[in-house]
């Protein structure tokens, strides 16, 4: 049901305050704003897609919506992977993309204000001039908002230090379901006035509320960073070196792990000098604390002491760059083995978190899986926060194979929480992991997360169906 | 109404699972468990206070006083400044000083698990041995509990770099207040399943569940520090000397800031070396960087460049721990002061927060309020994060000056509001600032406030008359 017989008034009363150009209803353009990049996740089309400019048009679009009860589906880049963006039938599709200004940057206050449109990216550059930084850095940082930052909670690789989205939201500019504009949070580093809105809504992905501002804490800007790379035997002996990173100490600004599949994937694309296949993993190590030489030179040793039988240490900028060239080479190593295989091919990346030393041990069961569905699976992982990203590559068009990833997905999960962690490190829920919360939270939990959804939402109208929403 | 008709009834349900010495109804008691240490809050007198040893034995009093819509008021250490323990009529004061267990340490994921009645000093020696650190360190940390710290999202001297209890808590385990048992979060590094409801918990002053159990994330155990001691001669320079602080991008582990009043009543102790009377301000820095040294030699020289006109930097631990010490006579100083005046008088904590640049204006203008209402104040505070504590001293017995006392807390209040600021850094609501949180808030923040407690507290019997509850 792509249009509804009151599209025409849905319309109508959206262009009394938009203009025409904020208002898409090509077909095409409904189909381009139909989903995120998750697969294996339902989808709809919109009624419309409105690409409000300022605040007063959003509180516009949201009390029309209301008053016709028609559902609002909020959209950043899309570049999410757990179809919370997708699009219900006959939606109004709610996009930020033009609600993209940097308001302020206070170095004073070390803080920005800014527009939920506004790319990772161009913020992390804007604050960069000030000689401040904002950490956060999910793969997409490039293209994504910090709205579905802000809507995802999302992380990214030096998380591990310097924490994930959650940890810089100060405070929130806000419209409701019902249209009434709300504040949350605050301009000051500390503050405990009432029950923390701000944070209930990070990670809401777009069902309690639609972001129109944030107040984000800014860091000094970051000092240069060295890098090492340490391949292992075994398992075993990198997820010893991990925790001996750890156990001394260590704060690693990144600390990534590529599985076997991955390393040989990347050493079969021979665009690295230093990735050797063969390998049961490799750990990707960076320091960017005072003394960054010494920092890596103590983590090689800890590497070697725990098995590695291969470790390049960067003296250099630029031979640290080229190290944390690795881990980008992940997606285009993976891209190449599925052309390899003639095309036709989907990878689903998958997103689970275990407490940092069960890391190993999930890495074993997740290879075990793949070989139990005879699936190629390639994993990498944030090791430092216990965040692994299992990829599944699968032919959708062969039905037992297209079951068989299900499967896998599924086994992927349980392994997860049967080891104390949790389904989503980083991704979020949205349509695809909605019976795993259900499972994750327990009855309690979820009885209450549902109440929270009706306080802010009593008529189920924004982002329907995503989180814990019918 | 100290006692109700129905009181034999509750302690005879009460008694039928917990033991005779869990339960105290002695008058004493009653009047010792009736308040935390915040003056102009009213109080009751509970019909019992209860002293529960596990989480079965809270979920038990919980049920019964469900079932007979009997208040219950949580109290940890009743160090609280606002009220928040304060016991109603006729309630169950439910005193967590027996659930004071450290479950586990974890130094491979580097997280604790502990019961809310651990007292911080205790939890942060426990973990010590361990190489790790639980860094919040409110002033009362000696003796306040952990669940106090989670229920107030308490801060501290080195939050200003390590961030306040809030950033700490990875999981809970609660009891809602009808006796069900819930957990929140997780033992993973990060997690985004579901809307955040232990963010939620955290700050709200025992109002919207009981804690039983905490897992806290911890840190390597803090470096060595070095401290300087800088005084100025105006409070324009302190706060120009703040500036420049951060603008260099230092991130101290202590910038504390003593006002003129505070800085002469250290002074008149005789019992510090380095403390000058006759100075506008006096900044307090310590740092615990990789090298604090150099650190501080920086910090020294953009002090004299604000126009300090008297430094003392520490070159040893020792001399570092004198530093700090400035910062501990704080309260005998204004102990001495009001001594002096031959006692009778009560000194009230303020706590208030504004952008760090606001910083000196609000000093100023708690000095003009000082004056106006010919009141002695005392402003110390966590110069880094724009959080102040002005002291008001003033005598009780003399109606006036305790309404000249009043009006200036109102003033205070206003002025932080005014400068963008917030009614509480890390004090809380409790009782005390109730009609503030109302003016911060805003009516449809308010709203949603007040359907959150209902969610959780249908019959509004947790902890009443707190924060936004009837």
């Not at 249209?179 to 500390?190: E, N, V």
């Not at 983590?299 to 960067?314: F, N, P, R």
């Amino acid at each position: 049901m792509p249009v509804t017989s009151d599209t025409p008034l849905l319309l109508a009363r959206l262009r009394s305050a938009l203009p025409a150009e904020a208002l898409l209803t090509a077909p095409a353009e409904l189909a381009a704003h139909s989903r995120d990049t998750a697969p294996f996740s339902a989808c709809g089309t919109p009624a419309v897609v409105a690409v409000p400019r300022t605040a007063e048009q959003v509180e516009h679009i949201m009390r029309t919506a209301y008053e016709l009860d028609v559902p609002v589906v909020p959209q950043g880049a899309r570049t999410g992977l757990a179809g919370a963006a997708n699009a219900v039938d006959g939606c109004v599709v709610l996009s930020t993309a033009a609600l993209d200004r940097i308001l302020s940057v206070d170095p004073a206050n070390r803080l920005v204000r800014c527009e939920p449109g506004v790319t990772t990216r161009r913020l992390a550059e804007a604050v960069a001039g000030y000689g401040l930084a904002y950490p956060p850095d999910p793969a997409s940082w490039e293209t994504c908002t910090i709205g579905g930052n802000i809507a995802t909670g999302a992380g990214g690789i030096c998380c591990v230090k310097y924490g994930v989205t959650a940890d810089y939201v100060l405070g929130l500019d806000l419209v409701l379901p019902d249209g009434r504009r709300m504040r949350t949070g605050r301009d000051t580093a500390k503050g405990v006035a009432g029950y923390d809105l701000t944070r209930l809504v990070v990670g809401s992905e777009g069902t309690l509320a639609v972001v129109v501002g944030a107040t984000l804490a800014l860091r000094p800007a970051r000092p240069p960073a060295l890098s090492l790379l340490a391949q292992f035997p075994t398992l075993t002996a990198a997820g010893d070196a991990v925790a001996a990173i750890t156990r001394a100490g260590h704060t690693p600004s990144a600390l990534e792990l590529l599985d076997r599949a991955t390393t040989r994937a990347i050493a079969d694309l021979g665009a690295h000098p230093l990735v050797r296949p063969g390998s049961a993993a490799t750990l990707i190590v960076e320091s960017d604390g005072a003394d960054p030489s010494a920092d890596l030179t103590a983590m090689e040793l800890l590497c070697k002491e725990a098995g590695s039988d291969h470790v390049a240490t960067s003296a250099t900028a630029e031979e640290a760059r080229e190290i944390i060239e690795a881990r980008r080479l992940v997606t285009p190593a993976i891209g190449a083995y599925m052309a390899s295989r003639g095309g036709g091919l989907t990878a689903f990346i998958e997103d689970v978190a275990v407490p940092r030393s069960e890391l190993p041990k999930l890495i074993g069961q997740i290879e075990d899986i793949a070989a139990r569905h005879r699936l190629q699976v390639f994993t990498l992982g944030h090791a430092g926060d216990g965040n692994l990203h299992p990829t599944v590559v699968f032919d959708p068009s062969d039905p037992g194979e297209l079951d068989r990833a299900r499967t896998a997905y599924d086994d992927i999960m349980a392994a997860g929480l049967a080891l104390g962690g949790t389904t989503t490190g980083e991704h979020g829920i949205g349509t695809l992991k909605r019976e795993w919360l259900e499972r994750e939270l327990g009855p309690v939990s979820l009885e209450l997360q549902r109440g929270l959804k009706r306080l802010f939402d009593p008529k189920n109208l924004l982002n329907p169906g995503k989180v814990v929403s019918a």
